[in-house]
């Protein structure tokens, strides 16, 4: 995945609370794989209308919106279902960042593995942002994972809290399995040592 430093870009405010899952993917598309097209998949039913025509009133089509990296939205955003393919969705229309309140406990795990930054802030502060991004359509948000803090489209900056293990992923652009197969020569090491001295532990490998 690509490493997230800092990101500053348009951001769109979502204002509606306890967007789950199925509204940034329908399940019915579930079984694609994983690509580019899922770009095209996001909040369809909400930016589509039933013949594929942009909705018009959906924030995300509106010109000064358009091409947003970063999404503020209000509490338990990613709720519902879990599916990583929201993520999937995110990410492949070029969201690097959602600042909420809260989220979806599933969701928000999906994102560190997949490279969007999910943000938490008090549920004032994303109001406040998104109350600014309204009267300032097409405004943009610095997200900084290595200061750690947004700064909002007034210049003020906000500080917030993530886990080191998973800014040194995002920051490196590794998910957990990468960043496993980093520490590969100190496992096989242990490995040996483990099977020298407790040898009736040993898992035989069959070719």
Same mark, same amino acid.
């Given at each position: 995945?690509? *490493?997230?430093?800092?990101?500053?870009?348009?951001?769109?405010? @979502?204002? +509606? $609370?306890? =967007?789950?899952?199925?509204?940034?993917?329908?399940?019915?598309?579930?079984? /694609? *794989?994983?690509?580019?097209e899922y770009a095209?998949?996001?909040?369809?039913?909400? #930016? @589509?209308?039933?013949?594929?025509?942009? #909705?018009?009133?959906? =924030?995300?089509?509106?010109?000064?919106?358009?091409? +947003?990296?970063? =999404?503020? +939205?209000?509490?338990? @955003?990613?709720?519902?279902?879990?599916?990583?393919?929201?993520?999937?969705?995110?990410?492949?229309?070029?969201?690097? !960042?959602?600042?909420?309140?809260?989220?979806?406990?599933?969701?928000?795990?999906?994102?560190? /593995? =997949?490279?969007?930054?999910?943000?938490? $802030?008090?549920?004032?502060?994303?109001? $406040?942002? #998104?109350?600014?991004?309204?009267?300032m359509p097409g405004?943009?948000?610095?997200?900084?994972?290595? !200061?750690?803090? $947004?700064?909002?489209?007034?210049?003020?900056?906000?500080?917030?809290?993530?886990?080191?293990?998973?800014?040194?992923?995002?920051?490196?652009?590794?998910?957990?399995?990468?960043?496993?197969?980093?520490?590969?020569?100190?496992?096989?090491?242990?490995?040996?040592?483990?099977?020298?001295?407790?040898?009736?532990?040993a898992v035989e490998?069959?070719?």
């Amino acid at each position: 995945m690509d *490493p997230f430093t800092s990101v500053t870009a348009v951001a769109v405010p @979502f204002d +509606a $609370v306890n =967007i789950d899952t199925d509204r940034v993917i329908p399940a019915r598309f579930l079984h /694609k *794989p994983r690509g580019p097209e899922y770009a095209g998949l996001l909040f369809h039913d909400v #930016r @589509f209308d039933e013949d594929g025509r942009e #909705r018009a009133d959906f =924030i995300m089509n509106q010109p000064a919106f358009r091409g +947003a990296r970063i =999404i503020v +939205a209000a509490d338990n @955003f990613g709720c519902g279902s879990s599916r990583e393919h929201a993520v999937w969705a995110l990410a492949a229309y070029g969201i690097r !960042a959602v600042i909420a309140p809260s989220f979806g406990d599933i969701f928000f795990n999906n994102c560190f /593995k =997949i490279g969007v930054l999910p943000v938490v $802030v008090p549920a004032e502060t994303a109001a $406040v942002l #998104r109350r600014q991004l309204h009267a300032m359509p097409g405004a943009s948000i610095t997200v900084d994972l290595e !200061a750690q803090t $947004v700064t909002g489209p007034d210049g003020a900056h906000i500080p917030f809290a993530v886990d080191p293990f998973r800014r040194q992923g995002l920051l490196r652009g590794e998910d957990e399995i990468a960043l496993t197969l980093g520490h590969e020569a100190a496992i096989a090491a242990f490995e040996r040592r483990h099977a020298g001295e407790e040898p009736w532990l040993a898992v035989e490998r069959r070719a």
